[in-house]
């Protein structure tokens, strides 16, 4: 197992930033993940910054105190002066590791750039985020076989499991127009639907409204069209990643799917968490990629010796809900599953190359989406359709609300972190979005 | 039946541009397609640009001659000065429908603004195209019943057509990427593919390459997230139409596309016709949908009464093949197959209002195709795999070769044009594309 580590991963460094230090915080100072913030409520332009503890530093403000003078030329100017993360997505990993490795020695205790940053920071809690990137192109995956395998239980209980997806990194192009930030609030979608025993469709609002807990990828550096990128090269393509919550109604997809997939029932939102972590602070926490003796082997464009023992990534994926009824009484979010990053089948790497083997183009800001990570015991399941074994077993929450699909008012939040013996905890935040009723017909 | 008509429609009308009026051109002063073009092999910036005859005439310095000036104002100004459509397109089709009225009086025989406007016309000849727009998002649809039925025949035997197929304008996400503009050549894709009684896939470059012959559409003014666009307002939101060649690995296709839809096997290229030509150039050439008496009555949010008479369009489409040999020896491009748009199950308007009945949010410049427009007689079919019958009935040449699938070095040309009594010829160009050997393993 070969994974480069350097000085940031130390599990010793503090930052000047307290909050950075308490040992829960999602932001210690190994992690550093890129965002676009403004002030809540603020006409304020949105700009690049960094969270750290419960603080967020301002990366054209930095440059200003002179953080990245060593490494600084007109293009990386322009690139965190931009409202968007593309201009330095587009730059490289290389690029983004000096950055984080500038800014690791600026935040630590001690550090003389301490007084120059200190009035710079805004507090998370003051802050509203935008997307981190324009994202020219959304690709959802597929990649975890006990979703694959639950969810093909229900929509052909003949075929749960078709034969293509032990070869396969199946993925399907997504909608980018639909894709929000955390706190992305949307109505119920209107469509058509086929009820069991009808023979004519149904038409008005979804009735099965469900979440699907997904790893979101964004792309780095891009490749020119007719180009693949092999697996050795496709970390290198991912700047970094973020939570996904694919919102899904499965009696609309159940009616349209076939045969050119998902559409209406997936494009109405999506939402994401607003902090990207780059590979190079998850590197800690990597493991073997998840593959029984029964499975194949991957075929050779899609093998490598060193992913195979470090392609995965151990990443702790928690979801929960808040009802309306919920909010009003203080009660807090009530965790529905915990699941983990690392069973899922295809890694990263494979979904880069797999997704370019054919010479399709990736552009700087492009996003993946890993699909639903359902862990192999039923509680880990990444979505309602599987924890409620399709609508038939309700959910029964400690106020005495049930659910089986997602009702109006209802908030999903979304979690995830990494630890490990011997490194720190670091995450994801959150992303949380919430359904409004439909509008009216 | 009712179709609004206004003066830039008049049979009469003739401009002093004189390969405008030769009967035969697709631009004559009734169409007035917008494009994007510079002089080809210079480095200018792109520009906006509309076609007359074989001229194209700059929409900037048409501008500064004062073509608009009864319309001007500062978004307008911004808009023509762009590099692409999207801001134009954002302004509505009123505004396009003023311009066009503008060029229309600017451009006709005796027109005061000949002078100032003929030293600016570039040949088309000389002329080189970029993508008429950014496209955000584009969409891919499925809306002839013809090839829905003869492809599902192929791929599904028992199950040729869908029990949602006369109900749902199905329809899936494309990939935007790698969308490119008449010229455009490209690798033969690489890929898994599932020979007949294999075992285990293979991997190689694609076998079974494929056109789709299909109308795009380009969006303008787009809808807020949440808002659906109802039928009486669908076609306000359509800019206008070009030709689109969906490239597709069959064998590529048939094994990566269960569940969840086609993939690689489409997004390695797609090519479009540089012309937008407006729906208000269309106006003319408008049919009533196609529907059997056996079909079912759309579902009241995909009806209305007036598009139920004009909501096709009357639009030959022609596709051509010249392979390598072909060009060496001066033989044009061959015939495969002529069809027509007016054949297609769902319409335009219906696409938009589907799209959008969930929510999902179209904007400026996102691009819908329509599928592949397969009539109802064999000879009609917009895919190779329908004339060849899956690959089994090649189709032989006058000089002697044959094909059942693409060939590297094979040139796919597209043509569309509509014509009438009592109205002229109006055409989109043409869109032609290459495949290229694959790269080497």
Redesign the interface.
Same mark, same amino acid.
């Given at each position: 197992m070969s994974v480069q580590l350097n000085e940031t991963h130390h599990p010793a460094l503090r930052s000047w930033v307290v909050s950075a230090n308490d040992g829960k915080t999602d932001f210690p100072i190994q992690n550093l993940p890129f965002g676009v913030f403004r002030r809540a409520g603020s006409s304020e332009h949105f700009r690049i910054g960094v969270a750290i503890g419960d603080q967020i530093l301002d990366l054209t403000l930095a440059q200003q105190v002179g953080v990245f003078s060593t490494i600084m030329d007109a293009r990386l100017a322009h690139a965190l002066g931009a409202s968007q993360l593309n201009a330095l997505m587009d730059l490289g990993n290389a690029t983004a590791s000096a950055i984080r490795a500038a800014l690791s020695h600026a935040l630590r205790e001690g550090a003389p750039a301490q007084a120059g940053l200190q009035p710079t920071l805004v507090a998370q809690a003051d802050a509203e985020y935008a997307l981190p990137a324009q994202i &020219?192109?959304y690709? !959802?995956f $597929?990649t975890s076989v006990h979703h694959a395998t639950s969810v093909?239980k229900l929509?052909?209980p003949d075929n749960p499991l078709? %034969? *293509?997806y032990k070869?396969?990194p +199946?993925? $399907?192009? =997504?909608?980018?127009?639909?894709i =929000?930030v955390s706190g992305q609030q949307?109505?119920r979608? +209107? =469509?058509?639907t086929?009820p069991p025993n009808a023979s004519? %469709?149904s038409?008005g609002p979804?009735k099965r409204m469900d979440y699907e807990c997904e790893v979101g990828v964004f792309i780095g550096q891009g490749n020119t069209? &007719? !180009?693949?990128i092999a697996m050795d090269e496709a970390e290198q393509h991912v700047f970094g990643l973020c939570l996904l919550n694919d919102w899904s109604?499965r009696d609309?997809q159940g009616?349209? $799917?076939?045969?050119?997939?998902?559409?209406?029932a997936k *494009?109405?939102?999506s939402t994401i968490s607003p902090w990207v972590v780059t590979l190079e602070a998850l590197a800690p926490y990597r493991k073997a990629w998840a593959r029984d003796a029964a499975d %194949?082997q991957p075929? %050779? $464009?899609l093998d490598n010796a060193n992913l195979r023992d470090t392609g995965a990534f151990d990443i702790e994926l928690e979801v929960l809900l808040q009802t309306e009824k919920m909010r009003q009484e203080g009660m807090p979010a009530q965790r529905l599953s915990l699941s983990n990053f690392a069973h899922s089948y295809w890694t990263v790497a494979q979904m880069v190359t797999?997704?370019t083997? *054919?010479?399709? *183009?990736?552009?700087a800001g !492009?996003f993946l989406g890993s699909g639903t990570q359902s862990g192999p015991a039923p509680e880990e399941a990444g979505s309602l359709l599987e924890l409620t074994e399709g609508g038939k077993k309700p959910i029964v929450f400690a106020n005495g609300e049930q659910r089986i699909f997602i009702e109006d008012g209802d908030s999903i939040i979304m979690r995830g972190w990494a630890q490990k013996e011997g490194a720190p905890r670091i995450g994801f935040g959150e992303v949380e979005g919430r359904l409004l009723p439909a509008?009216s017909l």
């Open positions: &020219g192109d690709t !959802d $597929y093909g929509f052909r078709l %034969p *293509n070869w396969v +199946i993925g $399907y192009h =997504g909608r980018s127009s639909s =929000g949307f109505r979608p +209107i =469509g058509q086929m004519t %469709p038409f979804a069209l &007719g !180009d693949a109604a609309v009616w349209e $799917y076939q045969p050119l997939g998902p559409f209406l *494009n109405f939102a %194949p075929l %050779p $464009y797999h997704h083997v *054919n010479g399709c *183009n990736l552009r !492009d509008r």
